[in-house]
């Protein structure tokens, strides 16, 4: 285990903490600056210490040729969506589609990969017809909603579509998703944000029928926590692999888990989680420093969704929160020069180590990055590839001008023929409700 | 046409045009150079819109696995890890393969035209049957007299023929390099060519063309094939090159000997025969002249002429030697029956004559003397095609080794007197029937002009860049694409293009193994070697050298 000043090292030699503060030096005041490295160093050696004291560290084994040839049995799924970036002005392009990647090495070559396109979306958010949201009069920022909406949709097409290989009753080994397995609701509470369609839930959650899907039933976080309890109950073990945390959830639980037992004060509790939000110091700046390559440590259940926290608290949906699982959270340093992994799951892994080094392995395949090679794989699968964009741009300028025409409005005509022939998204005179009144 | 019988191999890409499109191949649906459809509708001159089957040539595919991340292989590697038994994707290779469309169709109507109107992205595109891709390349081809040279490559079913009018008339040159399958592919179109009982001429150096006479009786019992050996007759017209011939065979002769040799050819009157027989006579007179100065020489000194005289003798000698080497050749093949070459001024149809297959066995000649001898040749069979009263039917040429006769100017050989020739012949060959073949392994090395006047090309294998370059440069038709390919060919395979077909098609020329000539089977050594026997005079010369180096080794021994 390293000593205080392998740590100092450690930070200096261009840690991701280190580069992290660095960057936001500017902003930090003097007395930060000056206390970085000695505080962060002294956060890492204490939280060494109770990784340790609570024996929460592994060390996992990896023997590439040797692990591939025993596991080349296994099939492998990953999952993972990719949203289309295009935007035209006026108009809320949305290309959306999630796929998966499942393999097994030692399938013939007919049957060893397949790459499945489950979820796909190509509309017009603003276009109130459109299949996936039902139709609101925002008043919230609309950039900002827009936003909301693109993720909100991604987020359910990515669960939904572990959902389905649960339905089907894919026989696989593991499942991975890239990104967290139980993203934060939180924003997706805020008023005015839409339902989804009953054409939309219907398509994604077949078998979910509850009150005849009501507005509330199809809300973003009824959806979301269906398709979660389904994940839950799945029988192959499903991971969400996180490639950096900008927050510290492990710490903090960590910490928390400590002043509950008594082992921290509660003032040392609270001044600790202080300094970790001054100093900006996240589960990844600090494991990076303390795990060594090949390190792994134990999944700790955390809470995702807090009740009473920020837009949330006095939300309709503040009740829900509770209902939603808990996650456990752990973490695999895959080498010396990139930052640990996160790794969660929804229930406690059964086969903790072996699953582990399954992730190290196929996180060793993609030896720079340190990131589950099939992850990669299935994310350059599901991007939207350019012509596709291309297409697609081409086909919501159609689109746009032909509602125009429809209306036989000479102003929407001219204001529809103008905004295609604009390229930046400045565009702010767009008449409420868009152009098809 | 069934379309609906095609199978469906993929899909059109993104941003089309009227000339090319990308589609995306299912493995190893399709190739390179194969021919295959897509469905896709253009507006007719009435207005109307019409269905039409849009027919396009792959002319490159490229395969990436894009799902594939190059750190893996790093990982691969250094672990020593086994690809298939990690969760890498190994059988996802994206093939992307470009087309030159080559028109479109409509139902129930072979007739290809022009594109006028982009294809569909997105739509299938489809691997047309056999039948019906030969049966558009046949229709579109047009010809009242195709010649079956091959098959598409690795199409075995898709038959191709060539038009055999452009053939004969237009030039034809014919490149790769050596052992790629040229001499194979000339001797299926004269199989071709003799069938229609068309006249031919081949000039033959190594002796490739003999087999169409030990198989004339059973292969073309209604063709006449001949074989000549080459006989330097001149008439008194060809002075400038017996001029040349001695100049440039004999020493090198400074200004007075000139003079003194041009005098001697005017004085001694040549009366047409054997040019060596004339070289004879001339040595003879010149020594005459030079024995005794004053009587008609007055200016130039007896030394001056002895050394013409020294220049004649190894002219003579030169011719000689070559004469003999074809005849000891000749003599090898004793089967074969060898005519001296007619003269073409005087009996132009023992050489051009219908269903007549002439070939001139120029084996052992040096590249000048050869030059010379065609020269002649063509100059006067052209001669006769030229005039009013055609005495001799349009034949074909075919000139194997071409850069022995046409070399390039860059390549400074003093002018060959067959350039000259040759470049008229090509160049009004059209109006005269004349048509000619050329026949190469470094077409870099040939004369521009000439080889810029074949309007239809066949290469096969080719690695030299610069012979590369010159075969795109003298070809029209032949694109980057295609040129790319040429290193990859096989035995055999080579690219059409030109007027004897509508576009370039990649073809596996059919090879006519009863037209080699098994007389000389000189590409097998190691069977040459296996059943190798001293000749006599080899067998007495080893039985000796024993007893003869003993004896020198006895000699050289030191006295002690
Ligand atoms: N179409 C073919 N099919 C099968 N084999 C072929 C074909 N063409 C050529 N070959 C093989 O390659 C050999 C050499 O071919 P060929 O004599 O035509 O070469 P070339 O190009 O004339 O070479 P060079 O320039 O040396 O004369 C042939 O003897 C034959 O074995
Ligand atoms: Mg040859």
New binding site residues.
Partial sequence: MSNERDIKNKIKSNSSLFTNFVKNAVSASPKVQNNFLDVSTQVALTVQKILEDADLILNLEYKGKDFWSENKCKTSCFVDGGVDKTSIISSAPLSIRTGSYIVKPDAADKNREFFEESMVFLGDLYDPKNELYDFAEDDFDEDQMLNKKKDGARIIFEAVTIVKHILLNRKFDYCFLHGPIEATVMPFTVMGFPTFTKFAVENMLPFYSKNKLNAEARHFINVYLEALNSIKKSKFPIYGIVETSNSAPYIKNLLFNYKSKGTISEKDFKNTLATIKKYKITDSHLLEIILQSGQAIKPLEVKKQIQGFGVTSGSAWEDKMDSFPSVHIGYIKINNHSAPIRIETLNPPKNLIKDYEYILATAKLLPNYGFPVGLNVVDKFAKIPNWMSKASRKYYATHLLKQAIRSKDQNTISLAVKILSKKVRSWRNRPLGGLAR | MNTKKWKSIGTVLGETNISEFYFSLKNYKAKKGDIITTESKVPSSEGKIEEVTVWGKISSIESSNVFFPTEAAQELTNENINIRDTILPTTRDELICKVIILGFTLKNNLKLMPLNYPVRPAAPVSYPSSEDVEALLISDLNSEHPLFI?SLLARDAVKIKIDADNLVSRHVSIF??????????VRRIMDELLKKKYPMLVLDI?G?YLGFIQKQKKLYPKNEVKLFYPNLSVSSDDKEIIYTLIDKLGNSLTDPQKDFLSSLLEKVKYEGGSLLKYIELLVRKAREYASDPSKSFKNIRPASMYVVVRSLGQVAKKLKNMEQTNFRHRQKMSKLKFEELPDAATEPEKIINKGQLSILYLKGYENLPASAIVSILLENLFKHRQEVEEEIPPFLTIIEEAHNFIPSRSEDKDNLPSVDTIRKVITEGRKFGTGVMIIS?RPSRLDETIASQCNSQIV?RMVNQKDQRATTRDSETLSVDDSKQLPNLA??QGIISGQVVNFSLPV????DAEL?NDDIGN?NFISAVENWDDKESVKQRKKFAKDFSNITSIDRRRAN
Avoid at chain 2, 176 to 185: D, I, L, R
Avoid at chain 2, 508 to 511: D, L
């Fill in positions: 091959g790769g390099m050596s052992g790629s399958g040229k001499t194979v592919m190594h490739d392994q096969f035995n055999g596996q020329i059919k090879f080699i590409e």
